[in-house]
């Protein structure tokens, strides 16, 4: 059953995504490169995202799955009045219910609430390395519009005395 976040529900989500985005992140790659920054891991960038997703009028915009009163997985959106395109920036499932129907579930929620508050259009993003999301978005209607290399530098002081 799909329903509402609710602050409570911060911890469970926090869980899912950490558990989910090991091998599914930004954040994930860059520790996999060149180890952890400033004595934080992945996992604490990775978490900042969702503590933006779920802050002030934004959690209106936060659904989870939850099933035998167990959040399983949950999606995140953000409107934008003038631009009239809607993003769905995190969705996950815990893998212990992955591959049931929930992340679509989840995906199709999203996309009903982003177009009852007047959004347009819907944009989401997936890494290249993204199986699931490679498959799931464009079966959902989504069309591809642009590929992005993320690139990561060591700076040191030396590069700047030239
Ligand atoms: C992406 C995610 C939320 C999907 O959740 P889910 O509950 O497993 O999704 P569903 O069960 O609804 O499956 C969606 C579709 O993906 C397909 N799928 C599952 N694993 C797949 C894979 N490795 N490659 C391609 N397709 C796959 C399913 O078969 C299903 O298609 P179908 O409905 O045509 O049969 C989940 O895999 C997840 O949490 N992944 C880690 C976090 C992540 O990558 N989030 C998205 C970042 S862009």
């Avoid at 989910?20 to 490169?33: H, K, P, Y």
């Avoid at 409107?79 to 893998?95: C, H």
């Amino acid at each position: 059953m799909i329903r509402p976040y609710t602050s409570t529900d911060l911890g469970r989500l926090k869980e899912i995504t950490r558990i989910c985005f090991d091998g599914a992140s930004i954040d994930r790659n860059i520790e996999t490169l060149v180890g952890s920054i400033g004595g934080r891991d992945w996992v604490w960038r990775k978490l900042r995202h969702i503590d933006e997703d779920v802050r002030g009028s934004r959690a209106e915009g936060v659904f989870v799955w939850e099933e035998n009163k167990n959040v399983e997985g949950y999606v995140t959106t953000r409107g934008d009045n003038q631009s009239k395109i809607g993003a769905i920036p995190n969705i996950a499932v815990d893998p212990k219910n992955q591959g049931c129907g929930i992340g679509r579930a989840l995906l199709n929620h999203a996309l009903e609430y982003l177009t009852q508050i007047g959004m347009q259009y819907a944009k989401i993003e997936t890494l290249a390395q993204n199986e699931v999301g490679k498959y799931l978005y464009p079966d959902s209607g989504f069309i591809e519009v642009a590929q992005q290399i993320h690139y990561i530098k060591r700076l040191e002081p030396r590069d700047y005395e030239r």
